[in-house]
């Protein structure tokens, strides 16, 4: 195991995992970006990176604030935040609930930019799975899967 060396000396050993979650993350960030340029060019307008990432983790039904702050480990007032910039460009509607929680719904126009995100997605499965040297997508998710599962075990995550 190669080990390289801080400025001040400090060894710093080399690390498979710290490579696969860089990688991970550079995939994420360029197909994202990918997506959400694409998207505007469609007329999906003021989509950035961030808002879709945002968007991609609702549910298409109901959701609420408080889930999607615990599900995205942020503030309340960010995600009201986001929401009420995503209810501005016509992508969400709040609906009054039971109590004060207010519902976030998809409009239909929201579901039309999900929809085409996922059209998008699907195309970029036949350019990521084309190659021959490439395992099958289902494969890779699994192996993910099974690295998330030991890494949760190690501290109960």
Partial sequence: MSTGFTKKGIPLVESQSLKLIQSASRLNDVITKYLSQRLVE???TSLTPSLLSFLSVLECG???GSEIARNLEVTRQMVAKTVKELCRLGYLEQINGTGK????HFTELGERLM???RQMLSDVDEILFKGA???????IIGEL???TCAISDL???
């Fill in 62 to 64: 109901v959701n609420y």
């Fill in 42 to 44: 469609k007329g999906f």
């Fill in 101 to 104: 929680q207010k519902e976030i």
């Fill in 145 to 147: 899967d099974i690295m």
């Fill in 133 to 139: 040297d490439i395992r099958p997508p289902q494969t």
């Fill in 115 to 117: 929809s085409d995100a």
């Fill in 155 to 157: 501290h109960h995550i």
